[in-house]
């Protein structure tokens, strides 16, 4: 044994001095033996290094004085040094017991030049690369860096954009780097063409993708580059909108992009087959899991016999029973709808299947590409977390929770296997856009003359999912201001809590001025994924200055501002439904809100509001696009104190509800002793109103350039007064009878680059010649 030993020894002191040397290549030479049977390092020399401390160095390797190594331990050490980016090369030397390791220095990046850029600002190509000044230079960085800045080139539809690099040495060993860029010429999408599709036109369909044709204005939007991935995402739209109606069979035989070189122009054409259209047969329900009642889970079914095949009702109808089956006690449960279909009488008949499923639970969440927006914003909205069951139904529901806000231009959820079989990482894929919006509104009016309201907005504050607004706006005698804050996830649970502050003043009162101002303080939570319920409390003042007695007109007026301003507190709970499609421009689905105000507490006001209102949403024509849109509104207050109402505290109508009036417009009016002589609006308790409205696709114009034209007829009456009799002083009420007024209109709203814009023209059909009437108004928006 002691024989074998010393041959061991010896063996390894002939490998020690014969050497070992790792170039830059990462090869690893030893004389005669394995480095495993071989080395003990005693000390670490460090050369070559100059700005790089040797401790750095050291730090870098997996090697240590006074123990083993191997030459794992030196290919593990040669890349971590060149990981670091500092080095040029690396080599590693045994001298006996000694490791020397000798490093050659990148240069350091003395400054970072971009040349001959005009579309994309410098600023914007710093953020792209990785080169940074007072950086080590590294190679490999730099041409990362090129491809980089050639994708942000064909990310603005310059894909022919060419870049190369230039080095310049500078004193005391530094490097300038500069990139040489030739923007070239903007590539475009000259059309979209679709073929085989029958049931819908290339206009609706064109509105469904995300690719766009070029035109006008298109430069503000970029939306008309083309992007092989985008186009892929197009055909995951293209099937959910063929799915979702009637279209089972529907598929995408090609996509692809065609490059005029002479034009510099794409021509898009995408190839479907739409297949027949299907209706729903039977619909049942069975389960393999001891304990469920199929009976009760049949009213959740959203799927009805006859009606027309939609894979989102299928969805939603799996989402309902699975919440349902959870809370029951079964979180593994699976539910798996079963198709069968009758290709003669175009029918799927469905069976949901419920059974125990497979037992996985989610290990991590990771959560990629997200540059603005915090991670816990996008975590809150899943249902589950670590160590939590794994439902795909939760899945899919914070897939349609992130999609909802709208933070993001695309969220992909995928799953990828955890460290055990019963384990799952999700995979959370997101891109994060644009969510500031800068509006603008106006109109004109026989009385105010030019309005306008100027806000800006940001949905995502900071990166916190925080709303903020703040808006400024008036008229000739009327200024408004106002400033709202919203945390959506207050305390970390699902309850939106934020305030509004806000300021109003109105010179147009014959004989004083208005002053309003208060604050308002609300928390709401969902109910639903449909249903959310929201209370407040809202405090205000309301004063009265530049006071002329002898100048007031208004009889009720006068009495309110002889006794003095008043201040109101008031408490209101709201319930709001929505099964909107899409809340810019909705196409299908019902939005509903009813609303109750208590004032009271204390305070100066005393009185009890209910207002509610709906709208239906329905597509007339999937082929032509059409959409129609029915809402109906009404409201009633009262007052709960020993007094009569203020004139100020009723309610008021005008455009917000029957477009072709005026704010304040219609309703019961006070007029002089005789009742000839208008003197202005009294207000009323009581209201209801309708609309309907068709829209559609602007003729003559093509799709693409996103103009529609709709035609609307309103409906609203306002009546019901309750300023005391001795608050006239000999003045009269007129109109104060359940008249109603009635609009027709047309208008034109344009999903433009800057955001929606609408305006429209109303003719009153139906008035009184007290009425203050306000024919045209235009509203528009933008996002930043």
């Known amino acids: 044994m002691k024989a074998g030993s010393n041959l061991l020894n010896a063996v390894s002191a002939v490998a020690l001095t014969a050497g070992i040397v790792v170039t830059g290549a990462g090869a690893v030479t030893l004389a005669g033996v394995t480095i495993a049977e071989a080395a003990v390092v005693s000390r670490i020399d460090v050369r070559g290094n100059s700005r790089v401390d040797a401790s750095t160095v050291r730090g870098n390797l997996t090697i240590s004085p006074g123990s083993s190594f191997n030459n794992n331990d030196i290919d593990e050490s040669v890349k971590r040094l060149f990981a670091t980016g500092l080095f040029s090369d690396v080599q590693i030397n045994v001298s006996g017991s000694t490791?020397?390791?000798?490093?050659?220095?990148?240069?350091?990046?003395?400054?970072?030049?971009?040349?001959?850029?005009?579309?994309?600002?410098?600023?914007?190509?710093?953020?792209?690369?990785?080169?940074?000044?007072?950086?080590?230079?590294?190679?490999?960085?730099?041409?990362?860096?090129?491809?980089?800045?050639?994708?942000?080139?064909?990310?603005?539809?310059?894909?022919?954009?060419?870049?190369?690099?230039?080095?310049?040495?500078?004193?005391?060993?530094?490097?300038?780097?500069?990139?040489?860029?030739?923007?070239?010429?903007?590539?475009?999408?000259?059309?979209?063409?679709?073929?085989?599709?029958?049931?819908?036109?290339?206009?609706?369909?064109?509105?469904?993708?995300?690719?766009?044709?070029?035109?006008?204005?298109?430069?503000?939007?970029?939306?008309?580059?083309?992007?092989?991935?985008?186009?892929?995402?197009?055909?995951?739209?293209?099937?959910?909108?063929?799915?979702?109606?009637?279209?089972?069979?529907?598929?995408?035989?090609?996509?692809?992009?065609?490059?005029?070189?002479?034009?510099?122009?794409?021509?898009?054409?995408?190839?479907?087959?739409?297949?027949?259209?299907?209706?729903?047969?039977?619909?049942?329900?069975?389960?393999?899991?001891?304990?469920?009642?199929?009976?009760?889970?049949?009213?959740?079914?959203?799927?009805?016999?006859?009606?027309?095949?939609?894979?989102?009702?299928?969805?939603?109808?799996?989402?309902?029973?699975?919440?349902?089956?959870?809370?029951?006690?079964?979180?593994?449960?699976?539910?798996?709808?079963?198709?069968?279909?009758?290709?003669?009488?175009?029918?799927?008949?469905?069976?949901?299947?419920?059974?125990?499923?497979?037992?996985?639970?989610?290990?991590?969440?990771?959560?990629?590409?997200?540059?603005?927006?915090?991670?816990?914003?996008?975590?809150?909205?899943?249902?589950?977390?670590?160590?939590?069951?794994?439902?795909?139904?939760?899945?899919?529901?914070?897939?349609?929770?992130?999609?909802?806000?709208?933070?993001?231009?695309?969220?992909?959820?995928?799953?990828?296997?955890?460290?055990?079989?019963?384990?799952?990482?999700?995979?959370?894929?997101?891109?994060?856009?644009?969510?500031?919006?800068?509006?603008?509104?106006?109109?004109?009016s026989n009385t105010d003359g030019f309005t306008a309201t100027i806000d800006i907005t940001e949905r995502n504050f900071l990166g916190r999912g925080q709303f903020i607004r703040g808006s400024v706006g008036g008229g000739t005698d009327t200024r408004e201001y106002s400033v709202s804050f919203t945390e959506p996830y207050f305390l970390g649970y699902r309850l939106a809590a934020g305030f509004d502050v806000f300021k109003k003043t109105d010179s147009s009162y014959t004989g004083f001025d208005e002053s309003v101002q208060g604050i308002n303080l609300r928390i709401g939570a969902p109910i639903t994924e449909n249903l959310y319920l929201s209370t407040a409390f809202k405090y205000s003042e309301t004063k009265f200055t530049d006071v002329s007695t002898t100048s007031i007109t208004s009889a009720p007026e006068l009495a309110v501002i002889n006794s003095g301003g008043y201040n109101t507190g008031a408490l209101s709970y709201t319930l709001s439904y929505s099964t909107l499609d899409d809340n810019v421009l909705p196409r299908e689905g019902i939005s509903a809100r009813f609303t109750q105000e208590y004032a009271g507490l204390g305070f100066d006001s005393n009185y009890l509001k209910t207002t509610a209102k709906a709208s239906y949403f329905h597509m007339l024509s999937e082929s032509a696009d059409v959409i129609g849109q029915l809402s109906v509104g009404g409201g009633h207050m009262m007052s709960t104190g020993s007094s009569n109402l203020r004139i100020f505290e009723h309610m008021f109508l005008g455009e917000e509800t029957i477009r072709g009036f005026d704010t304040r417009g219609i309703g019961p009016r006070v007029f002089d002793s005789t009742g000839t002589t208008n003197i202005g609006a009294a207000g009323g308790t009581t209201y209801f109103n309708g609309s309907v409205e068709v829209s559609a696709p602007m003729p003559l114009v093509s799709r693409d350039f996103g103009l529609r034209f709709n035609a609307f007829a309103d409906a609203a009456t306002l009546y019901g007064n309750d300023i005391s009799t001795a608050d006239f002083a000999g003045q009269t009420l007129v109109g104060d009878g359940m008249d109603w007024r009635a609009s027709v209109g047309v208008g034109v709203m344009w999903a433009s680059p800057f955001g929606p814009l609408r305006v429209y023209y109303a003719e009153p059909v139906v008035k009184k010649s007290y009425d203050d009437v306000k024919k045209f108004g235009f509203g528009a928006s933008t996002r930043f």
Request: glycine share 8%; no cysteine.
């Open 99 to 444: 490791l020397i390791v000798t490093v050659a220095e990148n240069q350091i990046i003395n400054q970072v030049v971009f040349n001959g850029n005009k579309k994309i600002k410098d600023a914007a190509l710093k953020k792209a690369v990785q080169s940074r000044q007072l950086g080590a230079f590294n190679d490999l960085i730099l041409q990362a860096d090129v491809q980089a800045i050639r994708d942000a080139y064909a990310a603005i539809g310059r894909s022919d954009a060419t870049v190369t690099t230039r080095l310049v040495p500078v004193d005391g060993g530094r490097v300038n780097v500069a990139f040489e860029i030739n923007e070239g010429d903007r590539t475009k999408i000259s059309s979209i063409n679709f073929v085989g599709n029958q049931a819908f036109g290339d206009g609706r369909l064109s509105d469904v993708i995300t690719t766009k044709k070029s035109g006008l204005l298109s430069f503000l939007n970029r939306k008309d580059v083309y992007d092989e991935d985008k186009l892929r995402a197009d055909e995951e739209l293209l099937r959910r909108f063929y799915y979702n109606r009637g279209y089972a069979d529907f598929r995408v035989i090609s996509s692809f992009a065609e490059l005029d070189e002479t034009n510099n122009e794409y021509v898009v054409t995408i190839t479907v087959e739409e297949g027949e259209r299907y209706v729903f047969g039977d619909v049942s329900i069975e389960s393999t899991v001891p304990g469920i009642d199929t009976e009760s889970l049949r009213r959740l079914i959203e799927t009805r016999s006859g009606a027309v095949y939609s894979a989102k009702d299928v969805e939603d109808t799996i989402m309902a029973i699975s919440d349902r089956v959870a809370t029951q006690g079964y979180p593994f449960a699976q539910i798996t709808p079963r198709g069968d279909r009758d290709y003669n009488n175009r029918t799927i008949s469905v069976v949901y299947l419920v059974d125990e499923g497979t037992r996985a639970y989610v290990e991590r969440i990771e959560i990629r590409g997200n540059t603005r927006t915090r991670d816990y914003v996008i975590r809150r909205e899943f249902d589950l977390s670590e160590g939590d069951a794994f439902n795909q139904v939760l899945v899919r529901r914070a897939k349609k929770r992130l999609e909802d806000l709208k933070f993001f231009s695309t969220v992909d959820i995928s799953t990828q296997p955890g460290s055990q079989p019963d384990r799952v990482v999700l995979i959370v894929d997101v891109k994060d856009q644009a969510t500031g919006e800068f509006g603008i509104g106006g109109g004109y």
